[in-house]
C-alpha cells in the first residue's frame, strides 16, 4: 500500500505560535490528491483543502497554508499566530488509484 | 441540503449479532464510502462505490458487507459482529473521486 505518513504524533504550542504539521507520501501515481481534514474534538471530519498532484502552487487561506513539493513528496500545513480553537487531530490524506488513504494523524493542543 | 446523514450515532451489539449502519446524502454524489477509525490507525477504508449497482472493497473489508441500489443510500452491513469491530465508523460522498469528500457525523459502535 502506498503510505502517508505523519510523523508528529502530538503537537503542542502556545497561543499565537506558529506550527507546522508535517505530512509526506508515496505515490506510484502519475495524476493524484493531497488533501487535509480537522478533527475537532467533537468528533466530525472537516475538509481543509484539495490539491492536485499538476498544482505545486502553495495556497494561504487565512492563518492556515500548505506547502506542496513533490519532489520531496510532501504537502505540509502551516497555521500562523495559532488559536486554542485550532486544537484537533489533523489528518492529511492521498487520493490515487487505489482510494483515499490516511495518514495516522497529528494531535494539534493549542495551550492558552 | 443534510448532507451526508449517518444513523445511528451509537450502538452497543452483542457478539455475533448482525446490523446495519445507514449512510445517506443528498448531494447527488456518485462516489460514496465507507471507513473506520481505531486509536493511532487513522481511517482506514472499508468498502466503497463509484455509483449506483458498483462496489468495490478497501483495505479492511472482512466482515462487511455493501450494496448500492440507489445513488443517495449506501449502507454497511455487519454479518456477525466481533469485538475487533469495535470502532467509529465514517461514510464519506464525493461528486467525483478527485473532489473533496464531505463525511457524516460518525458512528460509535462497541461490540461486546
Known amino acids: 500500500a502506498q503510505k502517508v505518513t505523519q510523523a508528529q504524533t502530538e503537537i503542542s504550542v502556545v497561543e499565537k505560535e506558529d506550527v507546522t504539521l508535517d505530512c509526506v507520501y508515496e505515490?506510484?501515481?502519475?495524476?493524484?490528491?493531497l488533501f487535509w481534514y480537522k478533527q475537532p474534538p467533537s468528533g466530525e471530519l472537516v475538509f481543509l483543502i484539495r490539491?492536485?498532484?499538476?498544482?505545486?502552487q502553495n495556497e494561504i487561506s487565512g492563518r492556515y497554508s500548505w506547502n506542496f513539493q513533490k519532489s520531496t513528496s510532501s504537502f505540509n500545513f502551516t497555521i500562523t499566530a495559532s488559536q486554542v480553537v485550532d486544537s484537533a487531530v489533523y489528518f492529511c490524506?492521498?487520493?490515487?488509484?487505489?482510494?483515499?488513504?490516511f495518514g495516522k494523524g497529528t494531535h494539534l493542543i493549542i495551550q492558552p | 441540503n443534510a448532507g451526508v446523514t449517518q444513523t445511528p450515532k451509537f450502538q452497543v451489539l452483542k457478539t455475533g449479532q448482525s446490523m446495519t449502519l445507514q449512510c445517506a446524502q443528498d448531494?447527488?454524489?456518485?462516489?460514496m464510502s465507507w471507513y473506520r477509525q481505531d486509536p493511532g490507525m487513522g481511517l482506514r477504508l472499508i468498502h466503497y462505490s463509484v455509483g449506483a449497482g458498483i462496489t468495490d472493497q478497501g483495505e479492511v473489508p472482512n466482515g462487511y458487507n455493501v450494496s448500492r441500489s440507489t445513488t443517495e443510500d449506501f449502507p454497511l452491513r455487519l454479518l456477525s459482529a466481533a469485538p475487533s469491530q469495535t470502532s467509529v465508523y465514517f461514510c464519506?460522498?464525493?461528486?467525483?473521486?478527485?473532489?473533496?469528500?464531505?463525511f457524516g457525523s460518525g458512528t460509535r459502535l462497541t461490540v461486546v
Open positions: 464519506a460522498s464525493s461528486y467525483t473521486t478527485a473532489t473533496g469528500y464531505t
Open positions: 505515490t506510484r501515481d502519475t495524476t493524484y490528491y
Open positions: 448531494m447527488n454524489h456518485e462516489y
Open positions: 490539491r492536485n498532484s499538476f498544482d505545486e
Open positions: 490524506a492521498r487520493k490515487g488509484a487505489d482510494g483515499l488513504t
